[in-house]
């Protein structure tokens, strides 16, 4: 559990700043419910719940998720269950469970970079930026491989991507428990996207991956991949990205199980 000495409802992002930056052991509070899992005394903890950042806005070119939205919001949001075979609401929905997704919110899921993420990972394998106080609009990828500097999550930015499909797909031990692997794939008009996450340090796009995917597949966008270039899919990505063991899983099963799920996505993308 953790400990609060001082309570802040800000009423502007100007204030919840200032009052950040003014301690090191202040903190932005989200849902506060992965807080819970650890033990820490917070100086001050600053409430956001004030200043309109729980909408989701549906342009033609984008959604933009406010940083206070729950992971229940991105589930039942009717554009996010059209858009990309449903991808980022099929992503939240085995998180424990209706009443932990009502109060977790996609900020705090997102800015603490948890390697576990099931959001984190879904929303790298499409074009996604994040807009922060003073570190401005970047990439997703950008921010996930950054420093951890003291900050506030505005919003999430997913552009539209043309004739965009998805996929997402987890091995946990039980229905509700933390991936042991994830693994978002996502195809469009400018190519193949692919995330690893639970590796188990946090998600990462797999470049090397991407790059023969998109290469072998020019000219020819929903034709079938071979046995072969599956089997070479799911070796490039074991080869160029890290793997660990901890209590969920070992590294050669976490590999085993990239290797599986990869082609698995790959075929349902192509299918």
Not at 248 to 264: I, N
Request: with cysteine.
């Amino acid at each position: 559990m953790f400990t609060i000495n001082n309570y802040v409802v800000a009423t502007s992002l100007e204030e919840a700043y200032t009052v950040l930056t003014k301690n090191k052991s202040n903190k932005i509070l989200g849902g506060t419910l992965w807080m819970r899992m650890g033990s820490q005394n917070i100086h001050t903890a600053i409430d956001l719940s004030k200043l309109g950042l729980d909408t989701i806005v549906e342009t033609k070119e984008a959604f933009e998720i406010g940083a206070m939205c729950t992971l229940r919001m991105l589930e039942l949001h009717s554009g996010l269950q059209a858009y990309g075979n449903g991808m980022v609401s099929n992503c939240v929905k085995d998180i424990v469970g209706v009443q932990f997704r009502n109060g977790a919110t996609i900020g705090g899921s997102l800015f603490s970079r948890f390697g576990f993420s099931d959001p984190l990972t879904a929303l790298l394998a499409l074009d996604t930026y994040v807009e922060l106080y003073k570190g401005g609009t970047i990439s997703l990828e950008a921010f996930i491989e950054g420093p951890y500097e003291k900050d506030i999550l505005i919003k999430i930015i997913i552009k539209k991507e043309m004739s965009l499909t998805g996929v997402y797909l987890t091995e946990r031990l039980s229905h509700t428990d933390f991936p042991v692997l994830a693994v978002a794939m996502t195809q469009s008009l400018a190519g193949y996207k692919v995330a690893i996450g639970a590796r188990p340090s946090k998600a990462a796009l797999a470049h090397e991956t991407m790059d023969y995917l998109n290469t072998i597949t020019s000219g020819h966008e929903r034709s079938p991949l071979s046995n072969e270039q599956l089997e070479v899919c799911g070796e490039k990505v074991v080869e160029e990205l890290n793997f660990a063991t901890n209590m969920r899983g070992s590294q050669h099963y976490r590999e085993h199980l990239a290797k599986v799920l990869v082609k698995r996505g790959l075929r349902q993308l192509r299918g």
